[in-house]
């Protein structure tokens, strides 16, 4: 990774922009194996499911905590809403 480090454990004010926690985001992704991965194509359609959900707020997933697109980019992740939704 490059810029400042994604921590977990972060308190807010010690979050990175918006920006940054993206780019972190997607190194994340790119650093899951490939038996880990849910496929660009399930993945884009599961995040067209989160773009729609009341419960979508900052790029996070208000009842599981999660940023949705790393969630979304796993293979063996489900919605913690509906089932079945993706
Ligand atoms: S993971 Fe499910 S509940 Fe969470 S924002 Fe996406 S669609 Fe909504």
């Known amino acids: 990774m ?3 480090p994604f921590c977990r454990r972060c308190l807010l004010a010690d979050m990175p922009s918006q920006a940054e926690l993206a780019k972190s985001i997607r190194e994340l992704i790119a650093l899951l194996p490939p038996e880990q991965r849910a496929g660009d194509d ?7 499911r989160c773009r729609e959900c009341e419960h979508l707020v900052d790029g996070m997933c208000a009842l599981c ?4 697109e790393l969630r979304a980019a ?13």
């Not at 399930?42 to 995040?47: C, D, K, V």
């Not at 905590?65 to 949705?68: A, Q, T």
């Open 2 to 4: 490059t810029g400042r």
């Open 42 to 48: 399930i993945a884009a359609a599961r995040l067209a």
């Open 65 to 68: 905590g999660c940023y949705v």
């Open 74 to 86: 796993k293979a063996r992740m489900i919605c913690p809403d509906v089932p079945g939704r993706w």
